[in-house]
């Protein structure tokens, strides 16, 4: 199939959380399938890591896109993701996107949030036309693109070589949704017909994820356990309806983890080098080398905790802080990496200085230590109020350290918890908790440490993880199917949507 994933980012060149692995593992896993792949996304040049390669190139293309009420330029540039023949397009508009950061500075989104992402939506369904890419699907991600569903179906059906084109949406968190006030409904370039309650608004205000839901032909979250919980009033984030009405089309969808980046054996951030044959040697020394780097007594007998985070309320560092002092009463160490919400920030430096021979904090995104945590802990922290899919807790069963996590989401799509019966039957693979408390955590935390008190138990917990298999091959063909019936429905659907 021709394929163009449209995405506000993608690694190695712009990211903030999972949606930028997802992209890029993706597009790559299609790509080793034999589909021939795009990956659009908006030109960061503040974002892109040094030493690029292979480099971005001009593709000596440019057009300008109407926005409200004037037109701005979209410039094409190209490239590779690296370690594949994807090709990446990147849509260059430096008055947008030339930017210290993606989507918010100082705690507060752009103004423009809207402006932007029209444009960016637009600019990518012009570049499928202007380059004759004839996409058989174009595949949405998040409210920053889920505007181009409602191009494709009300515009360019019947005129612009498009009409067959699929329109998929990936949901990967709906607590963001793209809602701003209705007079940005002239940004989008459509007619104020679709201004009603069926199509773009919800409760009074343009709502983009709205928008994508409805005129996809299919809509994917990621996890099949998500995809049931965004239908119920707790988890839609109003959307629910919308959601419930669509059901027929809306599939949940595992996310897999790109072997290239996440793999112990090759992983070229660590000290040593590891796999399921030589995790009993190579997990210890990546251990000693993280206690060493963070300043931690290099004891190999103390159970480490580790957690990587956004700092968002939706990761559960608020049950996390109030059990926080009682947990490191015990014989522990703790190693945070995040940044995000202040509160949460100063809450876990507060715990580094009360605790400077037990945690470590360090506040900011560092790629190498993250992977030098899930390498070098024991165990991976990660108590979600909700989590769509979750990639960490993938990483930690493959870096064979024990994930511990709320049932939600797609936590619990892929951590089975220890019981007596996953223990014989060797399902068992990390620690879960239903109840949005610190008591909660805390008890599932002591039981943890119970675990690890027994090293038969928790060889076996460290060796069932690392044999998951946790890669992008089936979801890949997951995708597929959802593309090809995107493909058929449009074929079928009414030209306004
Ligand atoms: P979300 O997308 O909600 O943030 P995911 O678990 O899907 O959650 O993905 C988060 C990704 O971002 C993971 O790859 C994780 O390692 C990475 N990450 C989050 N915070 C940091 C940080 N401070 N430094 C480095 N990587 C981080
Ligand atoms: C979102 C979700 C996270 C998911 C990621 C990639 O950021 O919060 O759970 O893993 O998208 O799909």
């Known amino acids: 199939m021709r394929i163009v994933l449209a995405s506000s980012e993608a690694v190695p060149f712009a990211k903030t959380g999972g949606l930028a692995d997802v992209v890029s593992a993706l597009a790559k896993a299609l790509g080793e399938l034999g589909h021939q792949v795009w990956v659009i996304i908006p030109h960061y040049p503040q974002q892109l890591p ?207 983890v790109d072997p290239d980046d996440w793999n112990p054996a090759t992983d070229p951030h660590l000290a040593r080098n590891y796999d399921a044959a030589t995790v009993a040697e190579g997990k210890p020394a990546c251990k000693a080398w993280l206690q060493n780097h963070l300043g931690l007594p290099a004891r190999a007998d103390v159970p480490m905790f580790g957690l990587i985070s956004r700092m968002a309320d939706q990761k559960g560092l608020d049950i996390l802080g109030q059990c926080l002092d009682e947990v490191l009463q015990q014989d522990v160490q703790m190693a945070f990496l995040g940044t995000g919400e202040r509160h949460y920030e100063e809450m876990l430096v507060a715990k580094q200085r009360d605790y400077p021979q037990k945690v470590a904090t360090r506040i900011g995104f560092n790629e190498g230590l993250a992977h030098q945590i899930e390498a070098g802990i024991d165990a991976f922290l990660m108590p979600s109020r909700y989590e769509p899919c979750g990639l960490n807790q993938m990483y930690s069963l493959i870096y064979g350290s024990v994930p511990v996590v709320r049932t939600v989401g797609g936590l619990a799509d892929s951590v089975v918890d220890t019981t007596p019966e996953t223990l014989a039957n060797r399902t068992a693979t990390g620690f879960r908790f239903d109840d949005y408390s610190s008591e909660a955590l805390k008890r599932t935390i002591f039981r943890t440490l119970e675990a690890y008190r027994n090293r038969a138990t928790w060889t076996q917990l460290m060796r069932t993880g690392m044999a998951q298999d946790c890669s992008w091959g089936r979801s890949a063909k997951e995708y597929v199917r959802v593309y090809e019936q995107a493909q058929a429905k449009s074929a079928a659907r009414p030209a306004d949507g």
């Open 50 to 256: 040094r030493n690029l390669s292979p480099a971005i190139e001009p593709a000596n293309i440019s057009f300008p896109v109407p926005i409200g009420t004037r037109a701005a330029d979209a410039r094409i540039l190209w490239s590779t993701l690296p370690g594949s023949e994807v090709t990446v397009l990147h849509v260059d508009q430096p008055a947008y996107f030339n930017r210290p950061s993606l989507y918010n500075e100082g705690g507060r989104d752009f103004p423009d949030n809207c402006e932007r992402f029209c444009f960016f939506s637009r600019a990518v369904v012009e570049t499928c036309r202007r380059m004759v890419l004839r996409p058989d699907v174009i595949h949405a991600n998040d409210w920053q693109t889920a505007l181009i569903p409602a191009l494709l179906k009300a515009e360019h059906r019947k005129t612009t070589g498009l009409s067959n084109t699929g329109a998929v949406l990936t949901i990967h968190n709906l607590a963001f949704q793209g809602r701003f006030w209705h007079w940005d409904m002239h940004l989008t370039g459509l007619d104020w017909k679709y201004f009603n309650w069926r199509q773009m608004e919800a409760y009074g205000q343009l709502n983009l994820m709205k928008t994508g839901i409805v005129f996809s032909d299919m809509v994917t979250t990621v996890s099949p356990t998500y995809a049931r919980e965004i239908q119920t009033p707790e988890g839609g984030c109003g959307l629910n309806g919308v959601l419930t009405a669509h059901r027929d089309s809306l599939v949940g969808i595992l996310n897999g």
